[in-house]
């Protein structure tokens, strides 16, 4: 069986900047794989390149068998890869429920009726507990409440890779708790998931493997216990 | 559904009363004035597609007006074409102008935006000066054709045609809101990277909005040579209607398909009254001072102003009991 992501040898520069020095891994179907690493080590950027914002400078990336190196962020987003940003994007003139209702449209492979939209889209609210603000604009929701109605638009495309990209920053414990028991739910439905964090406590707890980026490369790789373990990732965190 | 319905009969019922006033009225500077206010709003609304649905702020709306009343222009002097294949062509041909105006979205955004659409007016200004065959700066005189049968002269004729094309724009510009294009457009309105990382495919939707656009105010100026029998440059490419196609929207709201349509009503109208009782350049003056009012003081226009009112007295009721 052949993995469902396949990173090769990505590179990407800004100007005379390298942000990521051909970066290589797999995902296989249903991982969960966490990628941590100092501010400005690439992380984002690396999203970037496989959600399609950005185009890689060099390698490529290959998506269920196809290339899709070349392919824009709207294309990728309907073969099944989604995104949730680090600082929240919402559509603010939009009310919350048209936020997830572009995603349900646009993301779709086949065109839903208005009563499966309707039904998915209250569904994805209630799970990420915004039903309540169904009809106010996404531009007056609370930090949090931003973060939650990210993670619901990127759920609403019914995906096979989510990446998050610190979904949890700025959350209280209860609250990372919370958020960790969703995530692992869309897991065991069979969603892969690429997941950027901060908070260690979350990321060893959810990760079944995870890397450090430093510098724009990737300086380790395995499970939890090796990489907390293992001497450059403690030295980059530590300083010492 | 019943909105449906509602929408077009009403639709259905302004075009007969358009009809009904060509018998009725005597006057036939009701019409020549009418005419004008109609245009407005065929204007206002297509504008409205690009500037309020997707955000981006077209400031060359006279090209459109100016390519569509050439395009009608030329090709009734070539062939003599009747008015309805007149305006379906001016049309496609200000429609396809929209497309290249919505291919520059690739790399232009906000005031460049803006910069561009005003460039691309001021280059077919000198392109039709320079254009011979239809008089160049000189202008051209046209000779309307056979006043069709059943009205009583061709400016009533050409009031009802306008009356048509008024209903026929705020029909697309309302299914373009109301279907997913125009929640797609809201969108990336919003923010293009987020909408583009959920599967709209921003560009091709601009593309679309900039080319019903085109297309909508193209159809606008079509019939303009005919009102006037007479057609030059410096008219039809008048920074007047690059002005006044933006601020109808903002002045109205440009949130819905009602916005545009009561700003050209309303500024339409004042525009032939002041004129007529005062001056025109009063008219640009005050056209000036309520817009900038609207920009500072509501943004969402009058549609959104009446809104937020009719909510709070709600709101106030509830209180109330």
Redesign the interface.
């Given at each position: 069986m052949s993995a469902l992501l396949q990173v090769d040898k990505v590179s990407k520069n800004f100007g005379g900047f390298a942000a990521l020095t051909e970066v290589s891994f797999e995902l296989a179907q249903g991982e969960r794989f966490g990628i941590i690493g100092p501010n400005g080590s690439g992380k984002t950027t690396l999203m970037n390149c496989i959600g399609g914002a950005l185009y890689g400078d060099g390698g490529s990336i290959r998506f269920n068998g196809a290339d899709i190196t070349r392919v824009p962020a709207w294309r990728r987003a309907r073969l099944g890869i989604a995104r949730s940003f680090q600082v929240p994007r919402p559509f603010a003139s939009l009310t919350v429920l048209d936020n997830v209702n572009v995603a349900i449209e646009y993301a779709a492979s086949h065109p839903h009726r208005a009563k499966q939209m309707r039904d998915l889209a209250a569904a994805i609210l209630k799970r990420m507990h915004l039903a309540a603000k169904v009809g106010v604009p996404a531009g007056s929701l609370t930090q949090v409440e931003l973060r939650k109605l990210e993670l619901a638009r990127a759920l609403a495309t019914q995906p096979r890779v989510l990446i998050l990209d610190e979904v949890m920053a700025g959350l209280s414990a209860a609250e990372v708790d919370e958020m960790l028991e969703i995530i692992m739910d869309i897991n065991t439905q069979g969603v892969t998931i690429i997941m950027i964090e901060h908070i260690m406590r979350a990321i060893m707890r959810f990760s079944s493997r995870v890397i450090c980026l430093d510098a724009g490369t990737i300086v380790a790789e395995g499970v939890p216990e090796t990489i907390v373990a293992d001497e450059s990732v403690r030295r980059i965190y530590l300083g010492a | 559904m019943r909105n449906h319905i509602a929408f077009y009969t009403g639709g259905l019922a302004l075009l007969c009363a358009a009809v009904v006033a060509t018998y009725v009225i005597d006057n036939e500077y009701v019409f020549f004035a009418g005419y004008v206010v109609l245009q407005f709003v065929v204007l206002a609304t297509g504008w409205n597609v690009m500037g309020g649905y997707a955000g981006y702020i077209n400031f060359g709306s006279a090209a459109f007006f100016a390519v569509g009343a050439y395009t009608a222009a030329a090709l009734f002097k070539a062939t003599e074409l009747p008015l309805g294949l007149q305006i379906l062509a001016a049309a496609v041909i200000a429609g396809a102008l929209g497309f290249v105006v919505g291919v520059l979205t690739l790399r232009l955004r906000g005031i460049f935006f803006a910069i561009a659409t005003v460039a691309i007016a001021v280059i077919l200004e000198t392109v039709v000066l320079n254009w011979s065959y239809v008089g160049g700066a000189r202008g051209m005189t046209v000779l309307p054709s056979d006043t069709p049968y059943g009205f009583s002269s061709y400016m009533r004729w050409l009031f009802v045609v306008m009356a048509l094309l008024a209903v026929v724009a705020v029909a697309v510009a309302r299914y373009v809101e109301t279907s997913?294009i125009g929640?797609?457009l809201?969108?990336l309105?919003?923010?293009e990277?987020?909408?583009?990382?959920?599967?709209?495919?921003?560009l091709r939707l601009k593309t679309l909005a900039a080319t019903i656009s085109g297309a909508l105010m193209g159809m606008a100026g079509a019939p303009y040579a005919m009102y006037l029998s007479f057609i030059e440059p410096t008219s039809v490419f008048n920074l007047n209607y690059s002005v006044l196609a933006l601020a109808m929207p903002v002045i109205g709201g440009t949130a819905t398909w009602a916005g545009p349509v009561i700003g050209a009503l309303l500024l339409g109208t004042s525009e032939q009254i002041l004129t007529v009782t005062i001056s025109s350049e009063l008219n640009v003056l005050m056209v000036g001072l309520v817009l900038i009012v609207f920009v500072v003081a509501a943004p969402q226009g009058i549609v959104g102003l009446t809104r937020g009112l009719w909510q709070r007295s709600i709101q106030r009721r509830r209180a109330q009991q």
């Open positions: - | 997913w929640r797609g809201r969108a309105r919003d923010d990277t987020a909408a583009e990382s959920l599967g709209v495919p921003t």
